[in-house]
C-alpha cells in the first residue's frame, strides 16, 4: 500500500507560481511512475505531467508544457508552476502507479486545490 500526501496549493494571481508537493510513504517501489492530475469543476480530471523513477524522464500535457515542471526528491514530487493562467484553476491530484499512457493510476492522494485568480 502507498499513501500520497500533497501539500502547497492555494489562490495566486495569474502570472503568479504556486508549487505542490506529494510525499509518499509505504511500498514506494509500486509508485513510479508518479504525476499529478487535475479536475477543474464540471470538467473531466485530466492529465498534468509525469515522471519515471527508472531515467528520470518527464512528461506533460501540452497545455502546462513550458511552464510546469515536475521533478522529485527521493519519494517526494513536486510541481512547479509558473506563469499560472485563471485555466488552471483545479483540485491537483497527485497520482502514483500510472499505466501506459497514463490512462491508469493505481494511488491517487486526496487532492489539493490551486485557485489563480484574473
Known amino acids: 500500500q502507498v499513501q500520497l500526501v500533497e501539500s502547497g496549493g492555494g489562490l495566486v494571481q495569474a502570472g503568479g507560481s504556486l508549487r505542490l508537493s506529494c510525499a509518499a510513504s509505504?511500498?514506494?517501489?509500486?509508485?513510479?511512475?508518479m504525476g499529478w492530475f487535475r479536475q477543474a469543476p464540471g470538467k473531466e480530471r485530466e492529465f498534468v505531467a509525469a515522471?519515471?523513477?527508472?531515467?528520470?524522464n518527464t512528461y506533460y500535457a501540452d497545455s502546462v508544457k513550458g511552464r510546469f515542471t515536475i521533478s522529485n526528491t527521493k519519494n517526494t514530487v513536486h510541481l512547479q508552476m509558473n506563469s499560472l493562467k485563471p485555466e488552471d484553476t483545479a483540485v491537483y491530484y497527485c497520482a502514483g502507479g500510472l499505466g501506459p499512457g497514463w490512462s491508469t493510476v493505481t494511488y491517487w492522494g486526496q487532492g489539493t486545490q490551486v485557485t489563480v485568480s484574473s
Open positions: 515522471i519515471a523513477w527508472s531515467d528520470g
Open positions: 509505504g511500498r514506494t517501489l509500486s509508485m513510479w511512475p
